[in-house]
């Protein structure tokens, strides 16, 4: 079993920037894949980004340019680099895992093997 744990959301100005890490315990050493799904309220929840095992990311139309995914594999843990927020933005973020071979997109209703319990991103003036 795998537990993920986020960090590093909270309240921020348009325009600003945010971190959000997760760590990954237990048996973490087979993740293939690990990224961040999102839900704005009021909305389903949405794939944003993940990363290989061997560091290539891909990213949501919506927060290319903006976001950058990151992975250390010795640490089992991801991060999100959150820059020029916007209100749209607005979402809680959950840590995602997937055992399975990346794909290059995941879709809304994609099992991933595993989730965190969110952390809360609100961007707001």
């Known amino acids: 079993q795998v537990q993920l744990v986020e960090s590093g959301g909270g309240v921020v100005q348009p325009g600003g920037t945010l971190r959000l890490s997760c760590a990954a315990s237990g048996n973490a050493f087979d993740l293939n894949v690990m990224g961040w799904y999102r839900q704005p309220p009021g909305k389903q929840r949405d794939w944003v980004a993940h990363?290989?095992?061997?560091?290539?990311?891909y990213y949501t139309n919506s927060v290319k340019g903006r976001f950058a995914i990151s992975r250390d594999n010795a640490k089992n843990a991801v991060y999100l680099q959150m820059d020029s927020l916007k209100p749209e933005d607005t979402a809680v973020y959950y840590c995602v895992a997937d055992l399975s071979a990346a794909k290059t997109y995941y879709s809304a209703t994609y099992a991933m093997d595993y989730w965190g319990q969110g952390t809360q991103v609100t961007v707001s003036s």
């Open positions: 990363i290989t095992r061997g560091g290539v990311g």
